[in-house]
């Protein structure tokens, strides 16, 4: 699903948990202003529900109007609501000028999500702010590059996450990063 279509899914979502809670028979109804075909793609993804033909006679009878149809949120429905709130906000495209664009292949990605879980048991500390920029770093078109913007102490730290998974059996990581970078990270001697 493209971004565009996820957005407006959720934006979906957020009319028909507001128009919900509203309603004193707990459905959102065919004429609350909540497009059906939008409806339709939702419960395909099993995020909402409608209401089948009994459930649909007894709101028409409570209405005094026919409803050809109804739906209300299903906990997967809810369940995408809350965990979409809860992700960070993206912060602004270049926080500012100590911060340095870098881009990383999911493979480096995956090492320094490894290294930044084990921030708190590494004997070397990692940069200050540096879990916050993995767990904010935004994937460009789905599977390319992760992007983060990072400064010259955070970077110096991936390359000794990445040198960490280097000397635990694959440089592939950490020689791509010191070209991409000029930044290397070598063993105290």
């Known amino acids: 699903m493209g971004a565009v279509k ?9 009319v028909l948990e507001e128009r919900q809670e509203t309603a004193e028979h707990g459905w959102v109804l065919d004429l609350d202003g909540v497009p059906r075909e939008g409806v339709l793609k939702a419960a395909a993804s099993g ?3 409608l209401a089948e033909r009994d459930e649909r006679a007894e709101l028409s009878a409570r209405v005094g109007r026919p409803v050809r149809w109804a739906t209300r949120l ?5 369940d995408l609501l809350l965990y979409a709130r809860s992700q960070p906000a ?3 495209a270049a926080p500012g000028p100590e911060y340095r664009l870098v881009e990383l292949m999911p493979s480096q990605m995956d090492v320094l999500r490894v290294v930044t879980g084990l921030a708190d048991r590494l004997q070397v500390s990692l940069a200050p702010g540096l879990e916050e ?3 904010v770093a935004a994937q460009d078109r789905g599977s390319g590059p992760w992007r983060l913007h990072l400064t010259e102490e955070q970077m110096a730290s991936v390359a000794y996450g990445l040198w960490l998974h280097k000397m635990a059996g694959s440089a592939a990581e950490a020689n791509r990063f ?3 970078h000029g930044i ?3 063993s105290a001697t």
């Open 6 to 14: 996820q957005v407006a899914a959720l934006e979906l979502l957020c």
């Open 47 to 49: 995020l909402v529900e």
């Open 74 to 78: 299903t906990g997967q429905g809810r």
């Open 90 to 92: 993206a912060g602004p």
């Open 133 to 135: 920029r993995v767990r």
């Open 178 to 180: 010191s070209r991409d």
């Open 184 to 186: 290397a990270h070598t």
